[in-house]
């Protein structure tokens, strides 16, 4: 059976790990993959664009593909799974008009005002000035997000009213390129955040582990917004109460709604939530794929296969699919470049993987590059170390031990992912 992925990163790197359990998988080919996946049992790298939708379309169709996988969200915002639907070909993800959800912060927030999902006090506006007139009247802090795709680093935590109208200039003033046409103001909401993640197949969808990553750069969660540099599961956060609740008041509603509005949904629908106290959830965002790095130890902790899952979904028959979960913990640091997320790093080698692996973690690829059969960087964030343990301190010793084995000019990692976690659980 022959499998297209598409993406690049370490969140495809380990779905492509997982998917090549599947003893009924002989070929995964990956457009256009990484060094890291091209050493994965089964998995080859093509060169083909992710945004090249019509040669990864051809490609499908040509090679006979089983299904086809999109990782990243800018070619489901783009329409990649209409392309495929009116090509007869078997795709997993949200068609463009769902994908929506995180394509435009804006419309994510008027379809969540629209049905009464819990969120923040939001506005969206089209210039600076009244943007920070919003600010000065709601005070700080205040979350500002530039409406469209920015790799994740469209947002900022805005301390005072001078930084937030420092952030609304700048995204107006182009550092998010078209992505900041758009602001979007929101209230600050306090908590602990927690990444659900589910597989939605029209009305019916199955929930995955629980995960939670950190988005600060720096310890303590510090420092300017990333993507994510680092991540573990399961989040103690999400107790069973707070799951039913979230399933119940958010979930189901919105993948009814998305149907009720003429968008139904397949794929992974991704809702970064904030709990408070109380254990009250409001929604802090939509992905409509996979969270990175929530993926690296998601995968590392799904015992089943994963194949079947995607298959169930696409086919309308998702009630049948079930997900076993490896008991225990797992987590992923990522290591970044220095000044990442201001840049990134390029051409740097890179030692170590082999000890880090040696030392119990599995390091999954994001941005490596082989240049005249040397591994460098070629990215923000290149590497993720994971590993799982019995305890969340103990896969996390792992990941720590793992991480500093690996080496090149300007490295930087987080040395405290899960540290919320380790602390409410007291190991």
């Not at 080919?29 to 083909?48: L, R, T």
């Not at 597989?199 to 917004?225: F, I, M, W, Y």
């Amino acid at each position: 059976m022959h499998l297209l992925l598409i993406g690049s990163g370490g969140r495809e790197h380990a779905m492509a790990w997982k998917l090549a359990q599947a003893a009924n998988v002989t070929r995964i080919s990956v457009a256009p993959g990484n060094p890291g996946m091209a050493e994965e049992d089964k998995v080859h790298c093509i060169d083909i664009a992710p945004d090249d939708i019509p040669a990864l379309a051809q490609f499908a169709s040509d090679e006979n593909v089983h299904l086809s996988i999109i990782g990243p969200e800018a070619p489901l915002v783009a329409g990649i799974v209409d392309e495929f639907e009116s090509r007869g070909l078997r795709v997993f993800g949200p068609r463009k008009q769902a994908a929506q959800l995180e394509g435009s912060k804006a419309f994510a927030k008027d379809f969540m005002a629209r049905h009464n999902i819990p969120t923040a006090l939001h506005a969206t506006f089209d210039n600076a000035s009244e943007a920070i007139t919003w600010v000065q009247e709601k005070g700080a802090p205040i979350v500002i997000k530039a409406d469209g795709l920015a790799a994740g680093k469209g947002v900022v935590v805005a301390q005072s009213v001078d930084e937030a109208s420092s952030a609304i200039t700048s995204m107006f003033d182009g550092q998010f390129g078209a992505a900041g046409s758009q602001v979007v103001v929101e209230e600050f909401l306090p908590g602990e955040e927690a990444s659900f993640i589910v597989v939605v197949s029209g009305r019916e969808c199955l929930a995955l582990a629980t995960s939670q990553d950190h988005k600060a750069r720096n310890n303590g969660d510090t420092g300017p917004n990333t993507g994510g540099m680092g991540a573990y599961s399961p989040a103690p956060v999400v107790t069973q109460t707070v799951h039913e609740h979230v399933m119940k008041d958010i979930v189901q509603p919105t993948i009814d709604a998305l149907a009720d509005d003429g968008m139904p949904f397949t794929g992974y629908l991704y809702v970064g939530l904030m709990i408070d106290p109380d254990g009250q959830a409001k929604v802090v965002e939509f992905n409509v794929r996979l969270g990175d790095p929530e993926t690296q130890p998601l995968m590392m902790r799904m015992q089943s296969e994963l194949l079947p899952l995607l298959d169930h979904a696409v086919d309308g028959t998702l009630s049948q699919a079930t997900v076993d979960w490896l008991d225990g913990y797992s987590i992923g640091i990522v290591l970044a470049a220095g000044d990442y997320p201001a840049s990134g790093s390029k051409g740097e080698p890179i030692s170590g993987i082999n000890a880090a692996q040696a030392n119990g973690c599995k390091v999954f690829h994001a941005g490596t590059a082989l240049i005249d059969g040397q591994l460098v960087t070629q990215g923000g964030r290149v590497l993720c170390a994971t590993a799982t343990g019995d305890t969340l301190q103990e896969a996390k010793d792992k990941a720590d031990t793992g991480a500093a084995c690996i080496q090149w000019t300007g490295v930087r990692y987080r040395t405290d992912i899960g540290h919320r976690a380790i602390k409410r659980l007291g190991s």
